[in-house]
């Protein structure tokens, strides 16, 4: 029996990257003898194309595995999947959170919510074994006006159980993460103990019944075992990226990890982390193993619209304290901010641009707000009525929900103009100094009703419009990429 998953990455700054998740569940059904094939959607593809290379595929069973901002992509390729009358399996986090919006599609019959090794394998044998699909845990199943909605098995405790990802499954060589950061990509662990209101934590958390255990470890030893594996794979890999939602949050794991890590890998590693965990202590483990980036939440620097919008409950005292220790111990310090929160004003977008002027990160990575089904995020866009563009497929394309409080040509200025304004701000600062009537003079002007944002938007080409651009000549791209760090080198 042979599963080909169907992964798309088609937007303006997520294509041609590796999906861990996928990776394991092709690991997971190879050990079971199964077949597996990719079919990875990282341009915009004709119905003609898509069907010429399912069939060349000849799969027995079609996975697709999708988050909210695929939707739109996925809801037409399982049309054209219906067509062909080959079976077809949804999983992934927005069939998670959004389960009865999935089975409302007419291509849509069957998902997977939440973990899916054990799942995909089970559903896989009983269609080997023509048996029924309708009891298999995590498993929903739409079949002649009814939904047969199973709850999902408990979590997956032991993560050293797991198989390695089947990194060739993506061709990872040719990946961004492996042409132009010559990184390994990996995750330490499972879960996350936060409940941001614009993340799925919470809601996913309260699937299981061993909910108590939802932030998990690989063992430091099984998963620098995985890492060396990886790096003998693909030796000119320079760099070690964890995508876990936090690295140091366990204390105890993580010093036992800094340890080995040094010893056993040697090279930099960059990853996540929220301000609350940075302090001395960590900066100088964090250091001392190789870390060498972290990527931090300020989110916003209204702290009403943190705490009160996003439950995010760090002051701005504390995000400028964690950006400055790492800073002392020579860590690179990134920052994300979201754009365009249910609260959000224009005053309160210089306040997110100038905290992060004041904490200056080597990168700021912006997004619009969208609100993922089943957060409260998304509760509070409906309670206040709002609009929720369809159709994006990522966070940096245009903004998703139209709020009351802030005009959209104005949320596309100051997403546009992040970076000028930020540095408009450190350099102001140098000039007046304490000379506060000075910079509330700009603040006026650049939210004043009068300001010609749209012609700003209209005229605009910076940083972000050039790496799309050259993001479509990828052999260009990586090449003046390489030259660029040859030159700063």
Not at 179 to 189: C, D, G, I, P
Request: glycine share 6%.
């Amino acid at each position: 029996m042979k599963v080909t998953f169907v992964y798309t990455d088609c937007g303006l700054f997520n294509q041609n990257n590796f999906n861990r998740g996928v990776a394991i569940l092709s690991a997971c059904l190879k050990q079971k003898g199964y077949q597996v094939g990719l079919l990875k959607i990282s341009k915009p593809i004709t119905k003609k194309e898509f069907i010429r290379l399912i069939e060349k595929e000849r799969p027995d069973l079609i996975a697709f595995s999708f988050i909210s901002t695929m939707f739109t992509q996925i809801k037409k390729f399982s049309l054209w999947v219906k067509e062909l009358g080959i079976p077809a399996l949804h999983g992934g986090m927005h069939p998670t959170v959004a389960p009865e919006d999935c089975l409302a599609e007419e291509g849509i019959n069957v998902i997977c919510r939440g973990e899916g090794e054990g799942a995909i394998v089970d559903f896989c044998a009983a269609m080997e074994a023509k048996s029924d699909l309708k009891t298999i845990p995590n498993i929903w199943v739409k079949e002649e006006g009814r939904i047969y909605r199973n709850p999902c098995r408990a979590l997956i405790e032991n993560l050293d159980s797991l198989p390695y990802p089947d990194y060739e499954l993506f061709e990872y060589d040719i990946l961004e993460e492996s042409l132009l950061h010559r990184a390994l990509v990996t995750q330490a662990s499972r879960g996350c103990l936060y409940s941001c209101t614009y993340c799925c934590n919470a809601l996913v958390r309260s699937l299981y019944s061993n909910k108590e255990k939802f932030l998990r470890h690989y063992s430091v030893d099984r998963l620098l075992e995985e890492v060396e594996w990886g790096l003998k794979k693909y030796p000119f890999l320079k760099e070690v990226r964890f995508y876990d939602d936090t690295l140091a949050q366990d204390k105890d794991w993580f010093s036992e990890f800094a340890l080995k890590y040094k010893n056993r890998i040697g090279l930099p590693y960059s990853g996540n982390e929220r301000v609350e965990n940075i302090d001395l202590e960590t900066a100088s483990r964090l250091k001392a193993s190789g870390c060498v980036s972290l990527d931090l939440g300020i989110e916003s620097g209204n702290s009403m619209i943190r705490e009160r919008y996003m439950n995010r409950w760090m002051s701005n005292e504390k995000i400028i304290d964690g950006f400055s220790i790492l800073k002392q111990y020579g860590i690179r310090a990134n920052s994300f901010n979201v754009l365009g929160m249910v609260g959000e004003t224009p005053q309160s977008i210089l306040e997110t641009v100038r905290l992060n002027a004041l904490v200056n990160p080597l990168v700021v990575f912006n997004a619009y707000f969208y609100p993922f089904k089943g957060t409260r995020a998304y509760e509070m866009v409906q309670e206040k009525k709002y609009r929720i563009r369809e159709g994006p497929s990522s966070f940096f394309e245009k903004p998703i929900v139209i709020i009351d409080t802030i005009q959209e040509r104005q949320l596309v200025f100051f997403y546009k103009y992040f970076y000028f304004l930020m540095g408009l701000y450190a350099r102001l600062w140098k000039v007046f100094k304490n000379e506060g009537n000075k910079i509330r003079a700009i603040d006026k002007i650049v939210t004043s009703r009068y300001f010609p944002y749209s012609i700003f938007n209209f005229f605009h080409f910076g940083k972000e419009d050039l790496l799309v651009l050259l993001r479509r000549h990828y052999k260009v791209y990586l090449f003046l990429r390489r030259l660029y760090r040859g030159i700063k080198r």
